[in-house]
């Protein structure tokens, strides 16, 4: 018996509901190569909706014990915050950004529902 190659693992979990950041871990493979394979499956009528994208909330703590927490690197960017630096801290990259520790959590949007707080 042959075993599942990384693009028969991503199918299966694109289709049970999986999103992204799971198919990602799971397979190894890149974020396009995933979107590529939904596509595929969509097109071929395998997959009816749209795979749940992955989101993150964005929290900074400084020394002196204050927090703040975007819903989005957007949201991040529009309050002064440059972007690209908080996510790279929020990854690991960087260790702080504008005297902050900066973390990520993941949340998740079903469908054009609210983002919840």
Known sequence: MQAKS????AKEMIAFGSNYGEVEQATGLKRDSIRKIAHV???NGELDRKIRKQHY???GKNDKGQVVEFRSLADADANGFHCASVSACARGLRESYAG???ERESVYRAGWRKFPD
């Open 6 to 9: 990384k693009t028969q693992i």
């Open 41 to 43: 499956m969509r097109c």
């Open 57 to 59: 909330r964005y929290i």
């Open 100 to 102: 902050y520790k900066w």
